[in-house]
């Protein structure tokens, strides 16, 4: 008989933005994911997606913009402008969608004339790239030589947010899509990042609220519940770093713990005849190191 071995579906790639340990399993636990029910969201975008895939294969940028990226923003409850010129020091440059709380902010943004500064954008909540459909994000076109700004996807969300002073960045293929942080952005592959189909077709509503939750207008505004709530990307991102400090601080403390009950063992096991002089106690020191670096290695392979 074969063995069978099940691949386990993937909800969402982070990579470095927020805690790994925090999404997977603390995230859950928030009241605003347990209440939110995804069903009806997903339901809405299923029914988009087996309209609008057909067309998809082969659809070039604006293409993808008008058939997906669009539609998929107009159900996230987002208001956006569209090519709105950004004043920058190498000029004026256009991203594709400045994400906006409500139609008065879009309004005032889009009506303006001539290039936007940041002080025109501080009630906007993010800036919003779009690529076409599966064109790599992570690193320049094929045949495109150096990093410019519209060859290389995460180059250009990053010059985005730095010269918007918006907090947050939207990078999407249509099929992946991208959050970047205005802190980490400059960085290029600090990111979270979720296939918007490979989810709607699973059909797992509690797996795509690590879309619905992360990418609707909802999640860059401020909470409903209590004056001054953060916004949900906020509070994940704050609560992943206060988590992953908690982690390191319990963890130096737990090594440092370990590393002098190995050397005292080393020390006053019997078999090993080991004196107590200045020498033999750094020795130990410096070898007990090893293999506690060594076991904590072989820990974290396991681990990944």
């Not at 982070?14 to 969201?41: I, K, T």
């Not at 987002?78 to 010129?85: E, I, S």
């Not at 459909?133 to 320049?140: F, G, K, M, T, V």
């Given at each position: 008989?074969?063995?069978?071995?099940?691949?386990?579906?993937?909800t969402?790639r982070?990579?470095?933005?927020?805690?790994?340990?925090?999404?997977?399993h603390?995230?859950?636990?928030?009241?605003?994911?347990?209440?939110?029910?995804?069903?009806?969201?997903?339901?809405?975008l299923?029914?988009?997606?087996?309209?609008?895939?057909?067309?998809?294969?082969?659809?070039?940028?604006?293409?993808?913009?008008?058939?997906?990226?669009?539609?998929?923003?107009?159900l996230?409850?987002?208001?956006?402008?569209?090519?709105?010129t950004?004043?920058?020091?190498?000029g004026?440059?256009?991203?594709?969608?400045?994400?906006?709380?409500?139609?008065?902010?879009?309004?005032?943004?889009?009506?303006?004339?001539?290039?936007?500064?940041?002080?025109?954008?501080?009630?906007?909540?993010?800036?919003?790239?779009?690529k076409?459909?599966?064109?790599?994000?992570?690193?320049?076109l094929?045949?495109?030589?150096?990093?410019?700004?519209?060859?290389?996807?995460a180059l250009?969300?990053?010059?985005?947010?730095?010269?918007s002073?918006?907090?947050?960045?939207?990078?999407?293929?249509?099929?992946l899509?991208?959050?970047?942080?205005?802190?980490?952005?400059?960085?290029?592959?600090v990111?979270?990042?979720?296939?918007?189909?490979?989810?709607?077709?699973?059909?797992?509503?509690?797996?795509?609220k690590?879309?619905?939750?992360?990418?609707?207008?909802?999640?860059?505004?401020?909470?409903?519940?209590?004056?001054?709530?953060?916004?949900?990307?906020?509070?994940?991102?704050?609560?992943?770093a206060?988590y992953?400090?908690?982690?390191?601080?319990?963890?130096?403390?737990?090594?440092?713990?370990?590393?002098?009950?190995?050397?005292?063992?080393?020390?006053?096991f019997?078999?090993n005849?080991?004196?107590?002089?200045?020498?033999?106690?750094?020795?130990?020191?410096?070898?007990?190191?090893?293999?506690?670096?060594?076991?904590?290695?072989?820990?974290?392979?396991?681990?990944?």
């Amino acid at each position: 008989m074969t063995d069978q071995y099940e691949i386990a579906f993937v909800t969402h790639r982070n990579h470095y933005l927020f805690s790994d340990y925090y999404l997977n399993h603390r995230v859950a636990e928030r009241r605003e994911w347990r209440e939110f029910n995804a069903r009806p969201a997903l339901d809405a975008l299923d029914q988009l997606w087996q309209a609008r895939k057909p067309a998809l294969t082969n659809a070039n940028e604006s293409q993808t913009e008008a058939d997906w990226i669009r539609p998929v923003l107009d159900l996230l409850g987002h208001h956006f402008t569209t090519q709105v010129t950004l004043a920058t020091p190498q000029g004026s440059k256009t991203p594709d969608y400045i994400l906006c709380p409500d139609e008065a902010t879009r309004a005032a943004i889009q009506t303006i004339h001539g290039a936007v500064s940041e002080s025109d954008l501080k009630g906007a909540l993010a800036v919003a790239d779009a690529k076409a459909w599966e064109q790599p994000l992570d690193r320049s076109l094929p045949g495109s030589g150096v990093k410019t700004l519209h060859q290389h996807p995460a180059l250009q969300i990053d010059f985005y947010i730095r010269h918007s002073g918006l907090p947050w960045g939207v990078l999407t293929n249509g099929r992946l899509w991208q959050l970047y942080h205005t802190d980490s952005s400059k960085k290029l592959d600090v990111y979270y990042e979720v296939d918007l189909p490979a989810l709607i077709e699973a059909g797992d509503a509690e797996a795509f609220k690590y879309f619905w939750l992360f990418f609707r207008r909802e999640a860059f505004t401020a909470g409903s519940a209590a004056a001054g709530a953060p916004a949900w990307l906020d509070l994940v991102l704050a609560e992943s770093a206060a988590y992953e400090q908690g982690v390191s601080d319990s963890l130096k403390e737990q090594v440092y713990e370990a590393l002098r009950a190995l050397a005292q063992g080393f020390l006053d096991f019997p078999g090993n005849g080991l004196a107590d002089d200045e020498a033999t106690l750094k020795a130990i020191h410096d070898n007990s190191l090893i293999v506690l670096y060594r076991l904590l290695f072989i820990l974290y392979a396991e681990d990944r």
